[in-house]
């Protein structure tokens, strides 16, 4: 299967929360004012969040106004449009320069750290990359076998220390490993942790502290992995680890399991924090560069 119908097939649940049922809505009515309403409404039901809701209700309005909008396929077309203009703003994808490029990995319990730490490993291996894992989850025991496995499967190296050790000398010296041995990429599990709580907070201030007196302007990337079925919750968490940490770009998982997938539309528009990766299902290749362009057309097809 091709990467655009895993991405269309990944899609197919928030597909139908907000395209079909927009289309449902708007079957054989006149497009007014009323309509309107609750097209604003099945916005915000669908996860888009507030902000994002109002402005493409505003931007269709002045269409109504303008006669442009008639019948369902001009409201269909419209709210494309706008869906793409808000995916567009502030688009940024990941590029790595430096040498090592450190991506430090965080996020809240069973997000899909882990896994898209393993997915991302394995696109860097094939496109001729040298990967280290640092296996800084040190909190349960079986994390640091999840990623070797991982490894593994992505033939990349791994540094890890005994279950329960500092995750901060774990992260220290894989960035470390990685200059001596000239590595391309350093990518950090962390652990699991609520954004709610301030000791883990601190202890990922660390982590981030200690990587850069092995390397200054290491981490090039915070990387926050949030579930796109958390709906609103994602960007409580986002904004309360980008205040601790400084988070550089969102790996947007399971939307393949969600009808929430509007939340991207969200966090575009309340955060200043770019979408750069999704993850579309559990095998290696359902890991995918953020694209709006192809997001938007898998989602109105
Ligand atoms: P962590 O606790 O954040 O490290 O989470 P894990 O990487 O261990 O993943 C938790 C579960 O989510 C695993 O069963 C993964 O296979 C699953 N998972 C991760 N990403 C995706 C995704 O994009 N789609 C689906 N369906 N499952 C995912
Ligand atoms: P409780 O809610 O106070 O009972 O805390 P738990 O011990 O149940 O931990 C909840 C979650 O917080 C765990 O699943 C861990 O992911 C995380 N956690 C707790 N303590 C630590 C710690 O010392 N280091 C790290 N990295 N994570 C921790
Ligand atoms: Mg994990």
Sequence with gaps: MGLINKLKKGLFKTRKSLVEETEKLARGRKVDESLLEEFEELLIMADIGPQAAESITGALREKVKQDKIRNERDLKKAFKEEVRKILKEGHKVMCAGENPYVILTIGVNGVG???????????????????TLAAADTFRAAAIEQLEIWADRAGAQIVKHRSGSDPAAVAFDAVASARSKNIDIVIIDTAGRLHTKSNLMEELKKIKRVISKEKPSAPHEVLLVVDATSGQNAINQAKIFNDAVGVTGIALTKLDGSAKGGIVLAINKELDIPVKLIGVGEAVEDLQDFNPEEFVEALFE
Aim: charged content about 20%; hydrophobic content about 30%.
């Design 113 to 131: 750290k882990t896994t898209t730490i393993g997915k991302l490993a394995r696109h860097f291996t094939d496109h001729g990359f040298t990967v």
